[in-house]
């Protein structure tokens, strides 16, 4: 048979990448089985991100990924396997037949989110695969519940690992081996090993891991990554580097026991292990596994028998009581540990690539004589949103009681396509309740940022930033309450200008007061004018100008829009920790790039909620102020637009005196003169009343 393997992964795979490079499970999965169909004598092709590397080495050919339809309709491939690559079914290729093999755990669409690209993925499973392909039964499930695949549409077959043979190796008492990303119960292991350290004298850690492994080197994962490896200072903990699948082997050999308190990772969207290829690579070479009860890996791991594994909650006292005693059970009885090091060896056989291989040929058999298509006629996911015009991106910590209000408010919205990106910057509150008994009325995506560690929200907003599908974001404060035309106020300036960006009016709540709290702003803003204080820009009279200004030093980001293509790949300056003045930079920086600034007001005034000052604000807003002038070489504070006083005589134009009482057209007044009023040889005559 022809297979042909398509993988679009944007990291780059050199030649023979198993033996040269750290790989992802996927990855490993993917390499395997061509290797083994290649070796039983099927043509075997792999399209990925080979540039430069393409070639034919161990006898499968690598091709580019972009290569695969002008390939394909030379060469149709009898079987097509899109490895975890379901928008690849987008496009015409030529095949007998096309098989979706998923990897992924879908994590970022669940409870509804990103609901239009879950129509389009679920349309794309059923409509257009011939059959997908699960890596195990909890997968399928899982999978099926979010895209609404029927069942018969879904095949399972487990991943497959090689076993290597490597001479006299033996393994080293006390020693435990970490080989998972970084981010998937790490910081548990390290917390809990300082205790088992203090019984056994010689314990040693050692972790193979790093987000690179899957070709994620930008700056959130090079930071999240950082922080976790922090914790791995420490004694008898060795941090390695990431190593090819046959060194990592030899590594297993020589462990005595793989630690693994799997745990879900929000931040980077992982739900649960789909299969766990680790586990299993850990268990063929003899290396029991104590992890979590969670995800697949009741499925790769025999329980009380080749491992353990503990009832998750993986962050409270009993499951790390737990996870040490399981441990200390192991290490400390041989003839357990020996019997558990035998069951591992025999349970993970049925994953050896060979019998994995089996499987898949059995499947390709069934699949190109399969009299009945199971694919579906109509698409079986209908969304209710579309994809959002619009993206409101809003840092939350501890703001649950507010953030009901907000929220409340932009269901009432007379412009619709829009989506709320929240980034949850360590909440400890019920905001995530919140959020959710919102998802039946909002287009909501959320996005954990980790324990909160102060006042980010330059960080908060990029990683929102990282998330936006609209062509316009508005970055909106999970405090601000605004009134139901205030999207449509903000488009409606961003299409008659370009190259600006955009504040609205925000009314300020003195004091806290329960009454009414939520009420629309058209409402409450008139009825408890007493409890409010312009917003602070008023007295400059910038909002009612309604075209740009270069003051970017006027700047706010509580309630601020910007098109997606000046700003995606600028972002806020993150060295701004605390409060202040990270949108004063955002202001300056733009200015310095001849964008102009529009202040609205009318149809979009809203109010912010009274809420609880950190008394380290006035000292964090002198930090970032320092920070500021020192990057921009400014001498003293800014200065806003002046207002001149003008005292004296006053020409009257196109009136009639003695209508109003008066004998002619020069009087006496008071006057205040902005800079930027346009002035034709007569002072403007404002807040004069006949």
Known sequence: MKIYFINSVTRK???NPIKKEALGGTQIAMFNLAEELSNRGHEVKI???????????????????????????????DILICVASESILRTKINAKKIVLWIHNDYSPYLNNEIPDMAEKISAYMCLKADKIVAVSNWQKDFVSKIFHIPNNHIKVIGNGVKKYHHDNIQKIKNRLIYISAPDRGLDILLTIFPELKKEFEDLELHIYSGFSTWGKNDLFHIELEKEIFQKAIQDS????????????????????LMVY?????????????TFGLSVVEAQINGV??????????????????????????????????????????????????????????????????????????????????????????SPTLISKYPEPEVSIVMPVYNRAKNLIHVLSALTKQTFKNFEVVIVDDGSTDNTKEVINSFRDKLNIRYSYAGENKGFRAARARNIGLSKVRGWLIIFL???????????DEHIKIHKKYDRILVDSFVYRMKEYKEEELGLIPEEYIPKYKDILNDDIKYEFNIFDRGYPIEEGYFLDSNSLSIKKEHIIEEGFDESFIGWGHEDTELGYRFASKNFGFVFIKENCESYHIFHYVSPEKDNETKVNWKRLTKKYDLNSWYNPLPKIVVDGMVNIINIEPEKYGLFCNIVNSRLEIKVGDKIDGHFPLINFKF
């Open 13 to 15: 795979i050199t030649y």
């Open 47 to 77: 399209f990925c991100n080979c540039l430069g590397s393409e070639g034919i080495y161990d006898g499968i050919e690598y091709l580019i990924t972009n290569k695969i339809i002008s390939y394909s309709k030379e060469k149709p491939a």
């Open 237 to 256: 903990v060795f941090l390695h580097k990431p190593i090819p699948n046959e060194e990592l082997s030899e590594k297993l050999k020589e462990s005595y």
């Open 261 to 273: 308190p799997n745990h879900s990772s929000d931040h980077t969207y992982f739900f649960g292990e």
């Open 288 to 377: 029991p596994v104590i992890s979590t009860k969670r995800g697949a890996l009741s499925e790769t791991i025999d329980n009380n028998h080749s491992g353990f594994l503990i009832e998750e909650n993986n962050f409270s006292d009993n499951y790390r009581s737990e996870l040490i005693e399981k441990n200390k059970l192991l290490l400390k009885n041989q003839e357990k540990y020996d019997v558990f090091s035998k069951n591992a060896i025999d349970f993970s056989s049925q994953f050896e690539i060979k019998n994995i291989a089996n499987k898949w040929e059995t499947f390709f058999e069934e699949l190109i004589n399969e009299k009945e298509s199971t694919k579906s006629n």
């Open 477 to 487: 404060d999970s405090d601000i309450v605004t009134p139901s035309s205030y999207i």
